[in-house]
């Protein structure tokens, strides 16, 4: 007896045009967002049925006469399965019509910068990414693309656009002191100018932040980060809706060949199926958390922008989903630097580690580590004292993390007090 393996219908061979043959998947508007975190951009297998993608990790794909491709594939740099659906599912959740993967999220941005003419001018946030600084000041200068640093306040200051203006750069939140930007207000400006605004939205994830929302030309994440979430891929991506920017990017895209691998790309659209879950137990948890920290005679200060006492709270109720404030918060020790050292040393249930959005949580110390290359003065301008800690809470049970606080506070800061 033989059982079929799979329904006949979805036997017919990929060709030019009709890659996706199969039941659509819900992944439009009208459904919610932990639908279409779920399946958008998972097709069932044309071949087999299956459920969930395999891996294509062929780099080549046959061709049936010269330059007549069998399927939609050609070579794996140009496009791969798992990459595509991997981009359909990113541009869901985004609210945008085209995604775009790289190997990394700086690679994401240094391909936006390649795309800019020789002579351009950027304008960016001060306390940026470390490595995103790194570029615009060591890499985008030698391509004569120059950049203008600026407080998030005066960020939507016309003042600062020049004549050459082609881009500006936003995070929001900063990163490690939970700045806002209202981004409307920057891109109303800046769309008077014809300016291109970009958005690094890795610290909300598309769960809390959809920037394109408000205006903003392109949305990108350090994929590595909350959308991945898992902390065991590295990757970027870049959202938008402009056709002229997908020709644009899919052109240096294939150009740079800055691309991630199959793998990497179906590891992260497996964890971006449960981003809603998890984006939800991590701001829960930080809010408990950056609670326990503020009422706490040991902490001089805490940034998160989920707590009333933030002063942008009115940004983040506008422009986050439910006034969320997310999974990342940073507090001032009392104890100076080491105090902040031995807290680090001294929690249990956080991991002391760089990087952030995974289901671990985790603590750094920026002054030493993710922003130990920015002179102290300006650092501190921007609020990166020495005795700041940036925590990135995961997603275990809240009482044993706030538990965990709570113990290595006291151990670290009595000591000092003591002495
Ligand atoms: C980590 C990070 C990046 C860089 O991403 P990589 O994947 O490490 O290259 C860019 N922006 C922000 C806000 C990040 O946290």
Request: proline share 6%; with cysteine.
């Amino acid at each position: 007896m033989s059982i079929p393996l799979v329904n006949p219908q979805l036997l017919k061979p990929l060709t030019h045009g009709d890659a996706v043959e199969t039941p659509p998947r819900p992944a439009s508007p009208e459904h919610r967002f932990g639908t279409r975190a779920v399946h958008s951009g998972s097709h069932i297998d044309p071949n087999t049925g299956a459920v969930i993608a395999p891996i294509s990790l062929s780099t080549t794909f046959a061709q049936s006469s010269v330059g007549k491709p069998i399927g939609i594939y050609e070579y794996t740099r140009s496009a791969n399965p798992n990459r595509d659906h991997f981009e359909e599912a990113v541009a869901a959740l985004e609210h945008a019509r085209y995604a775009l993967a790289f190997s990394s999220g700086s690679a994401t941005t240094a391909t936006i910068l390649q795309s800019l003419a020789a002579g351009s001018h950027v304008v960016s946030v001060s306390d940026v990414y470390g490595g995103t600084h790194r570029y615009f000041t060591k890499v985008a200068a030698a391509h004569g693309v120059n950049v203008t640093f600026t407080p998030t306040l005066e960020i939507g200051n016309e003042a600062i656009i020049k004549p050459d203006t082609k881009l500006i750069w936003i995070e929001s939140p900063t990163n490690p002191t939970l700045s806002l930007v209202d981004i409307r207000e920057v891109t109303t400006i800046a769309h008077r100018h014809g300016i291109l605004v970009v958005v690094d939205n890795t610290f909300m994830s598309p769960y809390i932040q959809n920037p394109l929302d408000y205006g903003a030309d392109i949305v990108v994440h350090s994929v590595t980060k909350y959308i991945n979430g898992h902390s065991d891929v590295l990757m970027g991506v870049a959202a938008f809706n402009s056709p002229e920017l997908k020709d644009r990017l899919t052109f240096l895209q294939n150009a740079i060949g800055a691309v991630p691998s199959p793998f990497d790309c179906w590891l992260a659209h497996r964890g971006m199926k449960t981003l809603h879950l998890r984006a939800r137990e991590a701001n829960k948890n930080a809010s408990a958390v950056a609670k326990v920290l503020e009422s706490s005679s040991l902490v001089k200060s805490v940034n998160y922008p989920g707590l009333d006492s933030h002063p942008q709270r009115a940004i983040a109720q506008k422009q986050h989903r439910d006034g969320m404030g997310g999974g990342m918060l940073s507090f001032r020790i009392h104890g100076g630097h080491a105090a902040a050292e031995r807290f680090c040393q001294n929690v249990r249930v956080f991991v002391l580690a760089e990087s952030l959005g995974g289901i671990e949580s985790l603590c750094e110390v920026p002054s030493s580590m993710t922003h130990a290359g920015i002179p102290k003065e300006q650092r501190e301008a921007v609020g990166v004292f020495d005795d700041l800690i940036r925590l990135s809470c995961g997603i275990e049970d809240v009482d044993d993390l706030t538990a965990d606080i709570l113990q290595a506070l006291e151990k670290s800061v009595a000591p000092a007090n003591g002495a």
